[in-house]
T-cell receptor
Framework: NAGVTQTPKFQVLKTGQSMTLQCAQDMNHEYMSWYRQDPGMGLRLIHYSVGAGITDQGEVPNGYNVSRSTTEDFPLRLLSAAPSQTSVYFC??????????????FGPGTRLTVT | AQSVTQLDSQVPVFEEAPVELRCNYSSSVSVYLFWYVQYPNQGLQLLLKYLSGSTLVESINGFEAEFNKSQTSFHLRKPSVHISDTAEYFCAVSEGAGNMLTFGGGTRLMVKP
């Protein structure tokens, strides 16, 4: 299994541009999520999904959109990039739907810089 | 709303010394507790978890954590650290029936020879 994969690894955007961060998992996990990691703040949940066709907001959803058309894929869209969205983005998945008792499997991350 | 506080942002320690990384949480309901480790330029990996039962949980590489309900803490300990333990450690909490994980700010463990 490849586990959780993310593309791209690095991205530089100009303010106002849009882009999609890709995330895929091959473990048939129902639960998928997106976090952003900023120094000293740990990871903060952006959006999550408990199954195909179901998404919900996390702690910091503003400026981001998600969709879940398949079990495998969970893309994150930045609608109009702002410098405050400069961060490292992690995608994660977990078996068992919404109950996180088995922990989460994390991808390698995407480092995004907005100038 | 739940919150997680990791009291130390950095912990320097010499190799083979013991270490404790502190984690406190606030929640009014029963919780699941986790420790994750992040090695440089990598994603997070689950280190250990507390769901129920024995309050002392162990990982395969010698770390242990103890759930203390009265003090709302879940401190991580290792009796003798190695250089390879150098990493950032994150404490996280999920309210039992919930589907969101809240992370602490992280503690950078720096093991010196």
């Amino acid at each position: 299994n490849a586990g959780v994969t993310q593309t791209p690894k690095f991205q530089v955007l100009k303010t106002g541009q849009s882009m999609t961060l890709q995330c895929a998992q091959d473990m048939n996990h129902e639960y998928m999520s997106w976090y952003r990691q900023d120094p000293g703040m740990g990871l903060r949940l952006i959006h999550y999904s408990v199954g195909a066709g179901i998404t919900d907001q996390g702690e910091v959803p503003n400026g981001y959109n998600v969709s879940r058309s398949t079990t495998e894929d969970f893309p994150l869209r930045l609608l109009s990039a702002a410098p405050s969205q400069t961060s490292v983005y992690f995608c994660a998945s977990s078996p068992g739907g919404g109950r996180l008792t088995q922990g989460q499997y994390f991808g390698p991350g995407t480092r995004l810089t907005v100038t | 709303a739940q919150s997680v506080t990791q009291l130390d942002s950095q912990v320097p320690v010499f190799e083979e010394a013991p270490v404790e990384l502190r984690c406190n949480y606030s929640s009014s309901v029963s919780v699941y507790l986790f420790w994750y480790v992040q090695y440089p330029n990598q994603g997070l990996q689950l280190l250990l978890k507390y769901l129920s039962g024995s309050t002392l949980v162990e990982s395969i590489n010698g770390f242990e954590a103890e759930f203390n309900k009265s003090q709302t803490s879940f401190h991580l300990r290792k009796p003798s650290v190695h250089i390879s333990d150098t990493a950032e450690y994150f404490c996280a909490v999920s309210e039992g029936a919930g589907n969101m994980l809240t992370f602490g700010g992280g503690t950078r463990l720096m093991v010196k020879p």
